[in-house]
């Protein structure tokens, strides 16, 4: 069956499970986005920067783990693209991005607008194809589909307009996403495993992103073997809250038990974490045992005494049935009481400051419904309150995020810096984080 080449690349993208494409409309890409709304299964965001759309992208597949499209025009579009495919990659994010590309007649002509995609996003893209064909269509798209899919990352195709608009006679569109492998390490090694956590006293436990699908197997982990829990900032989201055994975060920004657990104990299991900063690891006198399914991750940072490859959750899926239960609970308690000292909770403080505050209180709306929770918080510009908080920083989303109150519209502009400016609309200042404070908020607004 003959169909436009951009046909097919929106056919395959839906049968992928792609729901949504950001970009902006321009010259290179108008056949592409013609064939979007032909195909009508993709919603397509406008944004009004193409930097802004591909971190709105990388958001939303990093949160739901589906692939997302995004676009940028020849040229400046493209570029603008770079920093978020960046993103992606180090996020392992699913992003398939649509590179518009000057026609194949002028193609290393160095006409306007024209670059090389493949040096481009060498550094970004996992795999980058340049259309100069419609017999390359099919077999391109699944490749970059698929490979941005299963290897969780960035792929780029660049699609000169004439390319797009040309018929291609395609079979199919159906594109097979292969479920995800079991993959843990072998039984043997997981003997060994077994026997280090049996025969050490005290075990501590240092998890990292990828133990974002495993939280319930470490906390019953943990709970069995009676160890700590710290984390890297990347596994913070997923191992602190409802955590009895948390002892919150080693680093540049730790706080807590976790710096003591993680030298203090003979055997310290590091679950998904690929932590950069080696100084704040324990040496040789604690045994270390690293999980992680990046085979090159393994003794990255430090030695280890065993290191296996496997996801964490089937990883601990194996092992939990395997281990005997732990009884001794000191070295958990010390620690946990370590935290408990060592934690300012802030919440009463600074909601009784923000009311007391007169430029604070010109802007907080009567009857609000609005809660401030800052979890973990211990250095807050000494303490003080002025015109505005300072944080390390605050979450808020790429594209723009917005919270409702009784009325009131709370907004943060779209931008990818980690210093944000809150206002109510109409222009009063509720709060700006800056860079200063030693420790990162964590704000949540409900």
């Known amino acids: 069956m003959s169909k436009k080449v951009a046909d097919v690349l929106f056919e395959m993208l839906v049968n992928a499970g792609v729901k949504r494409c950001y970009g902006i409309v321009g010259d290179a890409l108008n056949p592409v986005i013609d064939a979007l709304r032909r195909n009508g299964g993709i919603e397509f965001i406008q944004v009004r920067h193409e930097e802004y759309g591909v971190f709105a992208a990388v958001a939303e597949a990093y949160m739901t783990g589906h692939p997302v499209a995004v676009c940028g025009t020849a040229g400046p579009g493209v570029v603008h ?43 970004a893209s996992l795999y980058t194809a340049r259309l100069v064909n419609p017999e390359q269509a099919r077999s391109v798209f699944n490749t970059a589909i698929l490979t941005s899919i299963l290897e ?70 943990a709970e069995k073997l ?27 920004i730790g706080y807590g038990g976790a710096y003591g657990a993680l030298h203090e104990a003979e055997l310290l299991l590091m679950l998904g974490t690929d932590f950069p ?24 940072r430090t030695n280890v005494d065993l290191g296996l490859v496997g996801d964490i959750k089937s990883t601990l899926d194996a092992l939990l049935p395997r281990v005997q239960e732990k009884t001794d609970i000191h070295f958990l308690e010390k ?59 605050v979450a808020a989303g790429i594209a723009g995020f917005s919270a409702h109150s ?4 709370w907004r943060t502009r779209p931008q990818t810096l980690s210093a944000h400016s809150w206002h109510i609309q109409g222009g009063k200042p509720l709060l700006s984080a800056a860079t200063e404070a030693s420790q990162c908020l964590t704000l949540a607004i409900s």
């Open 81 to 123: 693209l770079f920093n978020g495919l960046m993103d992606a990659r180090k996020e392992g994010a699913p992003i398939i991005a649509i590179a518009g590309d000057v026609e194949t007649s002028i193609l290393d002509t160095f006409t306007l607008e024209e670059l090389n995609p493949y040096k481009f996003f060498d550094t």
């Open 152 to 221: 969780k990352g960035p792929t780029v195709i660049s699609l000169p307009g004439n390319i797009a608009s040309m018929e291609v006679e395609v079979e199919s569109t159906e594109i097979k996403i292969p479920a995800t492998p079991l993959l843990r390490p072998a039984d043997p090694d997981l003997k060994c495993l077994v026997d280090m956590i049996d025969d050490a006293k005290t075990v501590a436990i240092f998890g990292g992103d990828g133990c974002r699908h495993a939280r319930d197997q470490v906390v019953e982990l």
């Open 226 to 252: 009676k160890a700590p829990v710290g984390y890297a900032l990347r596994g913070k989201q997923w191992l602190e809250h409802d955590n009895p055994n948390a002892v919150g975060m080693t680093g540049l």
């Open 277 to 300: 900063f080696s100084e704040f690891l324990p040496g040789d006198k604690v045994k270390k045992v690293q999980i992680d399914k990046n085979p090159k991750h393994i003794g990255r």
């Open 335 to 393: 620690h946990i009481a370590e935290t408990n000292s060592s934690t300012t909770c802030c919440s009463t403080t600074l909601i009784e400051d923000l009311r007391s505050s007169p430029s604070a209180r010109n802007s907080w709306p009567k009857r609000s419904a609005i809660r401030l929770r800052m979890t973990q918080c211990f250095s807050l510009t000494r303490g003080r309150l002025s015109s505005g908080w300072r944080a390390t920083s």
């Open 406 to 409: 009784h009325g009131h519209r």
